[in-house]
């Protein structure tokens, strides 16, 4: 018996509302969130997720109010990111009904938080979420949602994470990430690989094969989407028949 | 009704109360040691180490009268909730409230599968006894874990869960139900479960 794999609809919420973008780009509207978390949590989400998604970019601090009624209405593991800069950020975050905090930019900025962080709330609490993007034979980390390059390596990037106090690392791929064509197992691969802590699998999903595949050959222990759930294209429920009928252990 | 929620101020307790309060309760915050008297029902949440969190509770002067509810009202003890009712853990010097004979230890990985710990996720609930606080609830649903440490089986078990070893995921005595997983995170299920607390009569 072994732990269910997880499955985690993403809320990208921009000022209050929930958003949508291919390639990180071409924003629109796909509705309120804490009734589409509420309608996640029915259809049998494993974990709720909330991203801020130009928090960090255009130095806003993630929306308090819109956790809170999340939190006040789900009642299942709730991770929120996007413009967290410091303890604080995090303390208000985890007061206002954040069971954990995904931490992006600012890890790379100053990955002293990751580990104070860590130490302070425990590890279970602190998923490092890393946007990256191919370049030949490595994958390259990206800050302030996907805008600007650094010349991190994803895979180290995301050791160093585990090493400085990362209960988790979300790692998305810019290239997958809105274009349904499945995701980037050779990324996931090499990633769970290399860790020992949980790999969630971000970008890409468009069909129940690909979600299939990202456990199967990626070793994903968790798989994060949005819009494939956000738009009824495909059931949660669908997603982890799919995966019970290869073997996988799932809630349903 | 009226269920109060311990706070010693090292714990997020507010999922507890806010699954508690959506279920139609009437929930206080217990933080000194006068507001155990108006309270019917206690709710132990807590996560983080044994040591630090009896060092709080001596801290705060609760000690004396949580013991008193221990022995006297419906008690639930949740994940450190669970684990601060035993004699000792091998986490911390300090020892436990020493309401349940036994010792609080690391998960171990007996059968190396590469487990990863914390014990974090989604795992199956094996009722072992009937008991008023799963009325409703199937065996084997799955509940929400997140700990390092563990009990092993005793006679109070109500329930365990497999993770490397078979450990004590419920147990209950008289008064007392203690859970290692968390129901205010266990999606419906879980309220179900916390909903069988407020009812639940002793």
Redesign the interface.
């Known amino acids: 018996m072994s732990l269910a794999v997880r499955i985690i609809p993403c809320l990208d919420v921009r000022g209050g509302r929930v958003v949508k973008g291919i390639n990180f780009k071409d924003i629109i509207d796909a509705g309120d969130p804490s009734e589409a978390a509420k309608r996640y949590d029915a259809e049998g989400a494993d974990e709720i997720c909330m991203l801020d998604i130009d928090a960090s970019f255009e130095e806003r601090s993630t929306t308090i109010e819109t956790v809170k009624s999340i939190a006040s209405q789900v009642f299942i593991p709730f991770t929120v990111g996007g413009g967290i800069k410091s303890l604080k950020d995090i303390d208000m975050l985890l007061k206002s009904g954040a069971d954990k905090v995904s931490i992006n930019t600012s890890a790379i900025l100053n990955p002293d938080l990751i580990a104070e962080a860590s130490k302070e709330y425990g590890a279970q609490c602190i998923v490092l979420a890393i946007d990256a993007k191919q370049d030949r034979e490595i994958w390259n980390v990206y800050t302030h949602g996907g805008k600007n390059k650094t010349d991190l390596d994803a895979i180290e990037w995301a050791k160093k994470g585990q090493d400085l106090g990362a209960g988790e690392i979300l790692m998305t791929s810019m290239d997958k990430d809105g274009t349904k064509s499945g995701f980037d197992n050779n990324l996931y691969m090499e990633l769970s690989n290399n860790l020992s802590i949980p790999v969630i699998a971000s970008g890409g999903a468009g069909e129940l094969s690909h979600l299939v595949d990202a456990v199967k050959i990626g070793k994903a222990d968790a798989l994060l989407a949005a819009s494939i759930f956000h738009y009824e294209e495909i059931s949660i429920k669908k997603v982890k028949q799919a995966l019970q009928s290869e073997g996988f252990e799932v809630r349903l | 009704m009226h269920l109060g929620v311990i706070d010693y101020g090292a714990s997020?307790i507010?999922?507890v109360a806010?699954?508690l309060k959506?279920l139609g309760s009437k929930v206080s915050i217990v933080d000194t040691p006068d507001k155990f008297k108006s309270i019917d029902k206690l709710v132990f949440p807590g996560?983080?180490s044994m040591g630090s969190c009896i060092k709080k509770l001596k801290e705060t002067e609760m000690i004396n009268p949580l013991l008193e509810v221990i022995k006297s009202k419906p008690f639930l003890g949740i994940c450190l909730g669970l684990q601060i009712l035993f004699n000792s853990s091998e986490e911390s010097q300090e020892k436990g409230l020493g309401v349940i004979n036994g010792k609080i230890t690391k998960i171990k990985d007996i059968n190396n599968?590469?487990l990863?710990i914390?014990?974090?996720?989604?795992?199956?609930v094996k009722i072992e006894k009937k008991h008023d606080l799963f009325l409703g609830i199937e065996d084997k649903q799955?509940f929400?874990f997140?700990h390092s440490f563990i009990a092993s089986k005793t006679e109070t078990s109500v329930s365990t869960t497999?993770?490397g070893e078979e450990f004590v995921s419920s147990l209950a005595t008289e008064n007392i139900f203690a859970t290692q997983f968390h129901p205010?995170?266990?999606?419906d299920i879980?309220?179900k479960f916390l909903e069988n607390f407020i009812n639940w009569k002793i």
């Open positions: 997020n507010h999922s806010r699954a959506s996560q983080g599968e590469n990863k914390p014990h974090m996720g989604w795992n199956n799955f929400y997140v497999q993770y205010e995170k266990s999606g879980g309220l």
